[in-house]
């Protein structure tokens, strides 16, 4: 029994640092390369007036965001395994609420980058993706409907006692209620899941599609310049 119980508190600890080697790996790695994208984005004129570029922008912005709060407080969990000290430093709903707002932001933003390269990269002769006006103009209703989407787990979220076992998680306040249903089987899975990852797979492999088209004309028409 003892032998049992060393076996799984060294497993318990080892999963402890692995799940803190990792999680700080992307939380430095990856707060230092959106820096160095949004320094890009913003010095070089020619991405400021890049429709695509705004977006890939908003979207370092967005991640950093979802790196801040969602990343770091996870790491305090883990170094510390006391989640009234860590509730303390980063309330539990306000990390889940920021996360959920800032995740829901890089999908829709990177969906509507996926379909602007399909746009752009169309077989039609008038090539053009989404404006820049138009870009600013999604880019505000994605921030508006994400703020409203991560206000109720602001709202209905806070650290729990699981029962059975002396630990708390992160859940809903009425596990059985109609929010708690929502966000297991619709917004977790279907919002943040099957509809972005649908969006980019199809968008994606028609703009590859066009990209592989658009190369096959130019060497045609090579062709035929070198035959003439």
Not at 38 to 62: D, G
Not at 147 to 154: D, E, N, R, V, W
Not at 173 to 201: H, L, T, V
Request: aromatic share 14%.
């Amino acid at each position: 029994m003892s032998f049992t119980t060393d076996f799984i508190s060294a497993l318990d600890l080892a999963i402890r640092y692995l799940n803190i080697s990792a999680e700080s790996f992307v939380f430095i790695f990856g707060i230092i390369g959106n820096i160095l994208n949004i320094i890009v984005f913003i010095s070089l004129k020619t991405f400021r007036t890049n429709p695509c570029a705004f977006c890939l922008l908003i979207l370092s912005i967005s991640d950093s965001g979802m790196l801040l709060f969602n990343t770091l407080p996870n790491i305090f969990v883990n170094i510390f395994k006391v989640y009234g000290n860590v509730n303390s430093m980063f309330p539990c709903k306000i990390s889940i609420a920021f996360g959920q707002v800032f995740g829901l932001m890089s999908h829709m933003i990177m969906c509507v980058a996926v379909i602007d390269q399909c746009m752009s990269t169309s077989t039609y002769e008038r090539r053009q993706g989404i404006n820049l006006k138009l870009m600013r103009c999604l880019i505000v209703i994605f921030i508006f409907v994400s703020i409203l989407h991560g206000i109720p787990f602001l709202v209905f979220y806070d650290f729990q006692p699981l029962p059975g076992i002396n630990a708390t998680a992160c859940v809903p306040k009425n596990k059985d209620g109609p929010f708690a249903k929502y966000a297991i089987y619709i917004s977790f899975p279907i919002i943040q899941g099957f509809i972005p990852i649908s969006i980019m797979s199809v968008f994606g492999l028609m703009a590859f599609r066009n990209v592989r088209t658009m190369s096959k004309r130019k060497v045609s028409i090579i062709r035929l310049r070198l035959e003439q």
